[in-house]
């Protein structure tokens, strides 16, 4: 019997591993061991989803909406996404140039397979999503990165955008509200970035803004709002977070009806349409729970005060130095005042090992700063309860001081 040689794909054995799975992964093996792991690295709403949005989906299965839907969403769905965009953000884009996908992720995915080509840079702020870098490789593109750090609340300047753009540049890709940072872009900030691409009509400007609805201060803003590079602008969004519907899988994209054909081309081929059932609940999530609804208000409520308090709490332990976030659910405090520590066989020498550290000594589950680009850093969730939050900084706090 022959043994075959099995070889894997130059694109694969390129990717790493999410960094956000491998510490899921790394604290269930932990928790299967007995051990109490408190889980602060997961990007997941410690929410339900709304009871009327639940309601739309069981309603659709007992309605048998079971069957092939059409590839970038139902025609009631793509309108009431483009209404969504009027009614928020004022953004004026026809159902035609919407496409619904399996999450904001696969909506990303889309994009880059349409417009990147081997050898095309997308500059990419960091911190940034630790999935941005491996997207822009699998679609055979060049990440490259712009560092920030805590000082600038981790976000690019217009200076430091013009100074990174080459004639290889092909697409620019943020996030605002920020994950892992939490950071904001104001409309002043926008606009000077949006003064940069102006003068470069070629660059794609791809705008993930899967966080909007989870924000403390002001009104969300879009760079698509600025009429002269609207059309370079792919606008990445979805339901998962703002509406705690992460299990249901909808994200959807909008953009010049030239990108989304292709987008819809590329779908067809790999996934077809989004579930009908989910779908179905999500038309009702956009159609009847506006950014000022209860749910949202409570959700915002709780994660403000949550901020408070992780922000307040990290404040106190010496070497951390957290960033105060406007929107999301997390924090990325520098903690490099911890390199070169050691305790017992642990010593610390970059973000990974200190992760990896307070995993071991103070059973807290964290995602190490480098997956996003911030090797200083590290970033917490505080998608869970108050309880649990000083709970971990009492523990962190603990371990850290055994560091010498």
């Not at 990147?116 to 491996?134: Q, R």
């Not at 996934?271 to 009847?288: D, M, Y």
């Not at 590290?378 to 706090?397: D, H, K, V």
Request: hydrophobic share 35%; proline share 4%; glycine share 6%.
């Amino acid at each position: 019997m022959s043994k075959r040689n099995h070889q894997l794909s130059k694109r694969l054995l390129s990717l790493s591993e999410s960094a956000t799975l491998e510490m899921t992964r790394k604290s269930r093996e932990l928790r299967e061991q007995g051990v109490d792991i408190i889980t602060l690295s997961i990007g997941e709403p410690d929410f339900n989803t709304p009871e009327s949005v639940k309601q739309a989906g069981i309603k659709a299965i007992e309605n048998n909406l079971t069957h092939y839907p059409p590839v970038p969403g139902t025609n009631e769905i793509r309108a009431a996404i483009a209404e969504k965009l009027k009614r928020d953000n004022d953004l004026n884009y026809k159902a035609s140039q919407i496409i619904v996908s399996n999450g904001a992720k696969q909506s990303i995915m889309n994009a880059f397979f349409s417009i990147l080509d081997p050898g095309d840079d997308v500059l990419i702020p960091a911190p940034y999503w630790v999935s941005y870098p491996e997207m822009v490789k699998m679609a055979g593109g060049n990440p490259i990165s712009i560092p920030t750090t805590v000082d600038q609340d981790f976000k690019i300047s217009a200076d430091q955008l013009e100074k990174a753009i080459t004639k290889n540049t092909k697409a620019f890709i943020f996030s605002s509200p920020c994950n892992p940072s939490g950071s904001v872009y104001d409309r002043k900030e926008l606009e000077q970035l949006a003064s940069v691409f102006e003068q470069h009509p070629e660059i794609y400007i791809i705008s993930d803004e899967i966080y909007e609805y989870i924000r403390f201060e002001g009104k969300h803003e879009s760079i698509a709002s600025f009429e002269s590079i609207k059309d370079q602008v792919i606008l990445i969004n979805g339901l998962s977070k703002g509406f705690a519907m992460t299990g249901w899988r909808v994200g959807y994209l909008a953009a010049h009806q030239e990108i989304v054909n292709a987008c819809i081309n590329i779908q067809g081929q790999y996934t077809s349409g989004s579930c009908t059932i989910s779908q179905a609940a999500a038309l009702e999530a956009v159609k009847t729970i506006p950014t000022e609804s209860a749910e949202l208000n409570t959700m915002n409520s709780t994660f403000k005060t949550r901020r408070d308090l992780l922000f307040n709490r990290l404040n106190t332990i010496e070497g951390i130095i957290p960033n105060k976030p406007k929107g999301a659910f997390y924090m990325f405090p520098d903690i490099s005042y911890y390199f070169g520590k050691t305790a017992g066989d642990f010593r610390i020498a970059n973000s990974r090992d200190l992760s990896l550290y307070l995993l071991e000594k103070a059973h807290v589950a964290l995602v190490s700063g480098d997956a996003f680009g911030c090797d200083n850093c590290i970033r917490f969730s505080y998608a869970t309860t108050e309880s649990l939050l000083e709970e971990a900084c009492n523990r962190i706090e603990k371990a850290l001081k055994l560091l010498k």
